[in-house]
């Protein structure tokens, strides 16, 4: 690996490596716990501006039928009518409208989320971690980032009372991203 370049070099276009790239989301469940998840399908764009970086764009796709959080189960609920309707509904996506910097490494892109046929603005926080020449001769880019979401803005409403109070899953989903992209162009 090489030393991080000048952020205008990094200007081009970059295609998420899905192998190194994490989508997930953490979710309350039963009041007293997280209950972690990830996306295994997906495939995504960048375009990166090193001189401007609010002309940098994002667009990512999510097969939602493979959701993972570890309990096949809960997996098969998550992908029925109770849920994500991964019959009907396959693909989430997301497309960028804004970005901006915030100062040092730190960036916040925002856009529309699509989820069930429902779009509705997102903003990420995202950190740059760096730039590097992998061993394979690519370069690559790599983020980390978080946002929070109510699921029920895009008619997730589903949920169980609990006999001590409270529901099973929280409304509040924390979506995590850990981004390595390689240069395409």
Do not use: C
Not at 98 to 110: F, K, M, P, Q, V
Not at 139 to 146: A, I, P
Not at 157 to 175: H, M, P, R, Y
């Amino acid at each position: 690996m090489t030393a991080t370049p000048e952020l205008a070099t990094l200007t081009g276009d970059y295609t998420i490596d899905p192998a190194h790239t994490t989508i997930g989301f953490v979710a309350r469940h039963a009041m007293v716990t997280n209950v972690k998840g990830k996306f295994l399908d997906f495939s995504g764009k960048l375009h990166l501006d090193g001189d401007d970086p609010t002309r940098s764009t994002a667009s990512l796709d999510v097969t939602m039928d493979s959701i993972d959080t570890g309990n096949a189960d809960r997996d098969g609920h998550l992908k029925s009518a109770d849920f994500f309707r991964t019959d009907e509904f396959p693909t989430m996506t997301f497309r960028s409208t804004s970005a901006e910097a915030l100062g040092g490494d730190d960036y916040r892109i925002t856009g529309d989320l699509t989820i069930l046929g429902t779009t509705r603005p997102v903003t990420i926080d995202l950190e740059f971690n760096g730039a590097a020449k992998d061993p394979f001769g690519n370069e690559r880019v790599g983020f980390e980032g978080k946002a929070q979401i109510k699921r029920s803005d895009w008619g997730l409403t589903w949920n169980a009372a609990l006999e001590t109070g409270g529901v099973l899953v929280s409304d509040k989903i924390k979506l995590v991203f850990d981004v390595s992209a390689i240069r395409s162009a």
